[in-house]
């Protein structure tokens, strides 16, 4: 007779379903899902009227945050539960507050832009001559002359009369 423990061919474990071989090896007893809870029903998407919603925009539009009791109010001249006003500012809140930062991220994409070119326009504007005074050749004169100064002469002079 052998000393060896004689170990069953395979071992279910109480609590978690789980089997082990007499090699180790482990298994599932079942399919995986057979002993879980079943998920919940969803409730189904509201519908608001137009009418509702018309309402509910223009509030918004006004007040971003409603108190218990406004919302309260609001809910029973809408003929919606006060859960129904609460859940439908805190979506619109959301939806705000993203087009806002993306508003943002326009605007400073437009300005980043806009620097862009006045950098670019303005680096290539220093390295040219003024384009006005080269299609006008009276400005492009005006603009190489010098101040007037006096001379021993008299010509050029501002002060003619002395």
Request: with cysteine.
């Amino acid at each position: 007779m052998s000393s060896r423990p004689v170990w069953p061919e395979v071992f279910v474990c109480p609590w978690t379903g789980m089997q082990r071989d007499r090699f180790g090896l482990v298994r599932r007893v079942g399919h995986p899902y057979q002993n879980r809870t079943p998920p919940k029903r969803k409730k189904p998407r509201t519908a608001f009227t137009r009418q509702q919603v018309l309402e509910l925009e223009k509030r918004f539009s006004r007040q971003k945050y409603l108190a218990s009791a406004e919302r309260s109010a609001l809910a029973k001249s809408l003929s919606m539960t006060d859960a129904q006003v609460k859940t439908w500012f805190q979506n619109r809140r959301t939806k705000w507050r993203r087009q806002t930062a993306e508003e943002r991220d326009a605007e400073r994409e437009a300005a980043s832009r806009l620097i862009f070119t006045l950098q670019t326009d303005k680096l290539n504007f220093s390295d040219a001559p003024d384009s006005v005074c080269l299609r006008n050749s009276s400005l492009h004169a005006l603009q190489n002359l010098r101040p007037w100064r006096e001379d021993n002469h008299g010509e050029n002079s501002s002060d003619s009369a002395t």
